[in-house]
């Protein structure tokens, strides 16, 4: 069993998937108790892999790789290493919980579970394919599910905004395609392996092209390629300027997409730059990074939380919530120091599961009230007093009280990038004076103040909406005070990492 | 340095606490359901209490031992490990802690006592103690860290929940309001605080002691004084920033605008964030990096004014005030700026001194004017009360002891911590004299306003109500018993810190294993002596005026408010329009950038993706009428010819025979007579 694991992590949802087509349409509580019953064990899996994963040890574990085609070198090759181990956790948690989150959805059931049980493989495949044509298949199959949960079961702009997000992803495939076709006829022999790849490094040029415009900044053929991958990872994260699909797919999806999109998509991007930019394109990383991850994940920290401070939409102000802290993921990467590459794959889980909560909250005060005007409510405090109390929770989270996992991973971050560009840690701390701003303003309108009339009568938060909010709430907290649970797995892979590149980095 | 002695008790002081919260948070609202507000009285208090009883062990543990090896340190586990920042979550006690958790626990406690009987009446008595144990372990944690890490997690754990607690009463907006207001502008110090710290970090790295260790980074000091950034000594740039944390906690200008605002919270929370906790995280963690500040005398320099400032702002603004919290609130930001002045001119052990005596006086004003509050059913006007020395003596004679203590009346406690300062600030070579003179002009000013407080409160005539008047009762013993161990610490807490001329200091001895760079006064016994009967001379002066205008009704304070045409009363009155001067510049400016990104997302970004999206439309469209009329026209021009063309032949097709005979002899004529032209 356990020399399959990856393999039976992924598929075992795309199983559930098919169990939920052959079911009948209208047994909707059955459809929903096998998609849940589908998730359960790839997340027992993910905490078996997190224990039993060995974090003093660089490098690929639990590998399985078969031929696949041989014609093209293509190869089925899964494993998990110090980059992935935490998403694969997350992956596998978040899917479980929004199973839950999805229990409320009563129109085109099947379809619907069916979808995201589709969508959960491809996102776990994303995380543990080591093959670029198969990490490749597992990004597309991933677009397709989301497209239609988007636009067949979100809000009244649902299709504006499911044609948005998906024009927009497949702009950003389509140059990460061209980038790996190249990088595979650049390979010698041609190959699609991602190990084989990072080893030949050396073979994707430096050298200034003669064509325009790359020689007007000196691109050699590997900047060509980072750039070309970056812009596709660039609109997951999502960093500015390509972030303007996340505020629309957020608002109209259903609240557990939401969850998803940000909890797991997001890091798609940050995960690729890592997994594929950094290795594989060291020199072109080391030259490219302070501008197009340090100083835009700088501005992205500012301009997202000044765009979230402008929201009257609750759940447009976690979505550009998530711009500015997809921030500091980029600003950590960018520094090259032990603690802020750490830091930044920390933050990639803690916004996981911090921001999987705030939609989670913003789901629960929507299916009450049937809207999310912030400026619509008011006194909540006093009338759903646990709800308001896990909301604070996730906001001081959001926040990086200390205490709470959100500041360990700020920390580690601006700690790690003062070290290399002071000033963009000195930007980045600011958006922590702007975050609370607008956080605590959105708190006091909401929740404080004399009980809105209207909605005196609002029920509590109920056990299955605190079913979902608690295991989160629970790892934000563990993730706060013992933080080395999760900092022992990432860091020596990590550390590896950082060496690829740091040779390339003129200082 | 000697190694730290192992303990494993230390962890209880901070623990305890938490516990307490924790339970009266998760479940208080049960137990106070089925077993009453006692339970929760008891499960809040007894973990403080214990937590003293532990404090006190901890001192007699020190005491025990030879001053260098004073330190002793609870090791739990590593917090963060990652390249050189390692990280234990420790807790560490040495002489300078001592003192701060013996006034967390020991004031504190009283305040808890205190707080069973004021917040009786209150519906979420359990979440008002859930709060106040949580901020006492935050403070617990501020002091005990072992590490500058650690430090920040209590202080911004403190800057929480002074938020929950100043917005307790949340269904008023005004007290939220003031809770957010807290927040925030904590957080611009906490912002200043973290780039202190990473700064001192990378610095010492650079050098190879990497740590985050307040001891290792005491001892590795000196191997970064030649460092700079920026072209800035990093130990200047690094204090600065610091600093700046520490205007944030301790109400310094520019970040003092929090804490008068802060009165919102029920009063003993107030009590509880100006005397034993919050406010004096700043002066603890100046006294606490004291190595590093006195390697930065433009730091200290601008320390010892910003003091001044903060000491003559806020006492001037006391002056006006009718609130009887918002005068304390004034007076504890202007006693703050005095403590700051004592670490400006170098003498940490003076501000941490007038720290502890502040604590027991100004607590005990705090709860005393809560008292008052108490029995004249949340009033809070100065205006309306006036002879309530009939009805509560026990809460007079303790509030007059606290107010001839922050006077500086000897031998009140607040006597010798601000003439110990006071005196090191004029025997400072360093530091002008002005701030020396400055600091006894707000001495003049405080002696005035706290006893206009004294005799508008309790003397003169009854101005409330005649209902509130025959309600006026005094406090329940669980109130006043407090109030009494405060006055008391507030009359002997002084004799600790003697003046060299009488035997010197036994405090600032006691603090000499942490604070090494104790500036040494020179200056003669004469000198002391005659200093010291200034600044009682100028504490009777403003006394007297006080006793004039609010006692006697000699002097009419009309007369003092016309000053330069009612200029300077409008200025105190305004608080020198600060709040409203941030609130145009910082706050509107913020929300005015927020709209500007806002708008820029919409409009242009989003504008250029809808843009090129309509732009793609567009150029479909005209595609499409490319493709209609033209590639499509010519399809169908040529179909349509095809068609013309056999219509039009379709007629040669008439199944007459004559005809095609006729059709193929021209045909053949013509092929022969162009046979013949052309090919011949």
Known sequence: ?507 | METPIQTDFLRWIVFLPLLGAIVNGLVGAKIQKSMGKGAISFLACAPVIVAFGLSVQALMTLQGLAPEQRFLIDRLYTWIDLGSLKVEMAFLVDPLSTVMILVVTGVGGLIHIYATGYMHEDKAFWRFFAYLNLFTAAMLTLVLGDSLLLLFVGWEGVGFCSYALIGFWYQDHNNARAGNKAFIVNRVGDFGFVLGMFLLFWSLDAQGHGTLTVREMVKWAPAIEAQTLWGIPVITLATLFLFIGATGKSAQIPLHVWLPDAMAGPTPVSALIHAATMVTAGVYMTARMNVFFSMAPLTLNLIAWIGVATALLAATIALTQYDIKKVLAYSTVSQLGYMFIGVGVGGYAAAIFHLMTHAFFKACLFLGAGSVIHAMHHEQDMRKMGGLKAHMPLTTVTFFISVLAIAGFPPFAGFFSKDEILWLAYTNPHVSKFVWLLALVGAGLTAFYMFRQLFMVFFGERRADHHTQGHVHESPSVMTYPLIVLALGALFAGFIGLPGVLGGSQFAHWLEPVIHAHEQAHGSHALEWSLMGFSVLVATFGFFIAYLMYYRGALSPQRFCDLGRGFFYRLFDGKYYLDEIYQVIFVNGTLLLARIGALFDQYVIDGIVDGSASLTRFTSWLNGLFDNYIIDGIVNAIANLTFWSGNKFRRVQTGNINGYLYGILIAVVLAIIVKLRYWS
């Not at chain 1, 993910?46 to 224990?51: E, G, H, K, P």
């Not at chain 1, 939401?258 to 998509?265: F, K, P």
């Open chain 1, 1 to 507: 069993m356990t020399e399959n694991l990856l393999t039976y992590m992924t598929f075992i949802p795309l199983a559930g998937a098919v169990v939920v087509l052959l079911l009948p349409g209208k047994a909707h509580s059955l459809i929903r108790w096998v998609s849940a019953a589908a998730t359960v064990p790839p997340l027992l899996m993910a905490v078996w892999l997190f224990q039993n994963f060995d974090g003093s040890k660089p490098g690929l574990q639990f590998i399985e790789k078969y031929q696949w085609i041989p014609a093209y070198n293509i190869s089925y090759y899964m494993a998990v290493d110090g980059i992935s181990i935490s998403m694969v956790l997350l992956t596998a948690l978040l899917s479980f919980l929004c199973i839950f989150a999805s229990f409320g959805i009563e129109k085109g059931v099947k379809g619907y579970f069916a979808l995201f049980l589709l969508l959960d493989t491809g996102m776990m495949g994303v995380f543990v394919s080591l093959d670029f044509f198969l990490f490749y298949i597992f990004w597309e199959v991933m677009l397709l599910p989301m497209y239609f949960l988007i636009g067949v079961w979100g809000g009244p702009r649902r299709e504006y905004a499911a044609i948005k997000f998906f024009l927009y992803t497949l702009f950003g495939s389509v140059l990460m395609l061209l980038a790996i076709l190249a990088l595979y006829f650049a390979s010698e022999p041609h190959t699609f392996d991602m190990t084989v790849l990072i080893a030949q490094a050396d073979r994707y040029g430096t050298q200034p092209l003669a064509m325009w415009p790359f020689n007007l900044w000196g691109w050699g053929f590997q900047h060509v390629i980072w750039m070309a991958l970056f812009i596709g990872f660039a609109i997951k994260i999502p960093a500015f300027p390509f972030h303007t699909w996340l505020p629309d797919a957020h608002v109209e999806a259903p609240t557990a997409i939401s969850v998803i999109l940000a909890g797991v998509l997001l890091k798609m991007g940050t995960y690729g730059i890592l997994r594929i930019n950094y290795p594989m394109l060291p020199a072109a990383t080391a030259d490219l990074a302070y501008w197009f991850l340090g100083a835009l994940g700088a501005w992205n920290i500012i301009y997202g939380a000044l765009c979230a401070m402008a929201q009257k939409d609750l759940k447009k102000l976690v979505a550009y919530s998530s711009v500015s802290h997809m921030g500091y993921v980029m600003l950590g990467m960018a520094s090259f120091t032990t603690q802020g590459i750490n830091g930044a794959v920390l933050q990639m889980f803690n916004h996981g599961t911090i921001t999987g909560m705030l939609f989670l909250l913003v789901g629960v005060i929507y299916d009450r009230a049937h809207h999310r005007d912030i400026d619509g409510f008011g006194g909540l405090a006093a009338i759903m007093p646990v709800y308001t109390g896990v909301t604070a929770l996730a906001f001081f989270a959001s926040m990086g009280l200390p205490g709470l996992s959100g500041f360990i991973s700020e920390v580690l971050v601006l700690l790690g990038t003062w070290q290399k560009y002071p000033v963009l840690a000195i930007l980045g701390a600011s958006g922590v004076v702007l975050t609370a701003g607008y956080l605590l303003w959105t708190i006091q309108r909401i929740y404080l103040g004399p009980p809105n009339e209207k909605y005196l009568k609002l029920p509590e938060i109920n056990g299955r909406e605190l079913f979902t909010l608690v295991p989160l709430g629970v790892i934000v907290i563990i993730l706060g005070v013992y933080p080395s649970v999760m900092l022992d797995l990432l860091r020596a892979s990590l550390d590896q990492l950082n060496q690829i590149v740091l040779p390339h980095l003129h200082q």
